[in-house]
């Protein structure tokens, strides 16, 4: 008995919730932002402004997604959401804290914002 592989269409893949990564992008003259999917290796865009972002991520994926499939690639299924939460607790100095908020407040966001840019930023510098 011989199984017969069925693949998604661009459209079902695009359904799947992939991990789409965000970066405020500043250098060089431009201001803006840089998105990418993690799981698509070079599936990536950038867009002057955040709200024009959801429209140019979708157009990279089905992008990619279409040359992967005319070119009989696999194509990488979305990370499992349940393996993280989301949250952890990190335990700092008093004085990184004071820094981390004074930053934060400098440049108009949230701790949290804050620190999730910051360590997003971190890890993309050693990948």
Not at 10 to 36: K, N, S
Not at 70 to 96: A, C, H
Request: charged share 25%.
């Amino acid at each position: 008995m011989t199984t017969k592989t069925i693949s998604k269409t661009v459209e079902e893949y695009l359904q799947l919730p992939y991990t789409i990564e965000i970066v405020r992008d500043e250098g060089d003259g431009f201001a803006g932002w840089f998105a990418r999917v993690l799981e698509l290796p070079g599936c990536m865009t950038q867009a002057d402004t955040f709200d024009e972002l959801d429209e140019m991520i979708e157009d990279a994926m089905r992008s990619w997604i279409e040359v992967a499939l005319d070119n009989g690639l696999p194509i990488p299924e979305p990370r499992t959401q349940d393996q993280y939460s989301g949250k952890f607790v990190v335990r700092v100095p008093r004085s990184l804290h004071r820094d981390l908020v004074t930053a934060a407040e400098r440049d108009g966001v949230s701790l949290n914002a804050f620190v999730n840019v910051a360590l997003a930023r971190s890890v993309s510098m050693t990948e």
